[in-house]
């Protein structure tokens, strides 16, 4: 090297990293054609840490603190570089900075649903999103095995492989668990807790330490969804029959009420609330014979030919001449009201 070359060569005396963005991971320190004066400073701070790599070979990492770069402190380039023999000049490393803080609200979710085995419903595909925490704890791990010798890492450079490293290990969170798919929405932090176990291996292999993960919410696909309200349903109706064919006729009063208003449609809505109303009244009268205790021996014939209470398809009629009248403004609403609530006991 020329003396007028050597002269404008200039030498580090102090290299630090300020972090002057957010989701940076690892930062070289610009060295273009510099140096690093002998005795220069190293100043590490808090939530980061420093590697020195010299001819493609880490000689050190430094964890938070001020260092004096000498042949005590960077003991390796001592034998690299022959300063057991105090050759004391500057010389050529590259330099990383890595922040070991903690980056929070990484986002993790399933793109597609995901196939888990379910105690309760066998085989379930589910969706599921949440957050996650993870910062870098062994920074030579990390630049050998992520961050390599690029200028500048993020965590956007990152997202994507963790995101996979989450749902790889859902399956495994969810048999760990142990918790059924219907109970998952009130165990939501054992859910999260067993899924950061399970992953925590992946992040370890490449340097990372995952602090802790949250899940926001689990459901199921659409249609899947549309099965599990059908059975749901079908477990409720179970439970009490009458009342819930009581609860379809309340609901469809109004729908035939406002038929009637109308004066259209009345005859479909009449027949369509006549053919439930029967419907219901047989499955009830079945379901309450099949639970009822055994009674005393039925009426004698004759009885039984007594006159009984109007038909469905009669009340039905009468509803209709109700609503005509109410409708040309014969009778009024209260009117009306009253008229109907009689017909519709009458069929109890």
């Known amino acids: 090297m020329s003396l007028m070359s050597f002269i404008k060569k200039q030498f580090i005396d102090i290299l630090q990293w300020t972090e002057d963005g957010d989701g940076v991971l690892a930062w070289r320190y610009p060295m273009q054609d510099n140096e690093i004066q002998y005795g220069g400073s ?27 770069l000498t042949t005590q402190t960077l003991p390796v380039l001592t034998y690299l570089k022959n300063w057991d023999k105090l050759f004391e000049s500057p010389f050529k490393s590259d330099v990383y900075f890595f922040s070991t803080r903690q980056q929070i609200d990484q986002r993790w979710g399933t793109s597609e649903p995901v196939t888990i085995r379910d105690k309760d419903f066998g085989a379930v595909r589910l969706r599921a999103f949440g957050n996650f925490a993870y910062r870098i704890a062994d920074a030579k791990r990390f630049h050998t095995e992520i961050s390599g010798t690029r200028e500048r890492y993020t965590t956007q450079d990152l997202d994507g492989q963790l995101r996979g490293l989450m749902l790889q290990n859902i399956s495994d969170a969810v048999a760990q668990n142990g918790v059924p798919f219907l109970d998952l929405a009130a165990n939501q932090v054992r859910f999260a807790q067993a899924l950061q176990t399970a992953a925590a291996a992946s992040f370890e292999r490449i340097g990372l330490t995952l602090e802790s993960v949250t899940l926001q919410s689990v459901s199921l696909p659409e249609e899947l969804q549309k099965i599990l309200d059908q059975k749901i349903g079908m477990g409720m109706i179970g439970q009490n029959m009458g009342q819930f064919m009581q609860y379809q006729t309340a609901q469809a009063i109004p729908t035939l009420a406002e038929g009637v208003s109308h004066g259209g449609g009345l005859a479909g809505n009449a027949m369509g609330l006549g053919a439930g109303l029967a419907l219901g009244q047989t499955m009830v009268q079945q379901l309450g014979a099949g639970l009822a205790q055994p009674q005393v021996s039925p009426a004698p014939a004759a009885s039984a030919a007594a006159p009984v209470v109007q038909s469905v398809d009669e009340i039905m009629a009468l509803l209709e001449k109700l609503g005509e009248l109410k409708a040309k403004g014969i009778l009024t609403d209260e009117e009306f009201s009253a008229k109907k609530a009689d017909l519709l006991k009458k069929l109890g």
Do not use: C, W
Request: proline share 4%; hydrophobic share 45%; net charge neutral.
């Open 42 to 68: 190293l100043t590490v701070r808090e939530s980061q840490m420093a590697i020195f790599v010299n001819e493609g070979k880490i000689a050190d990492v430094f964890g938070p603190g001020i260092y004096k």
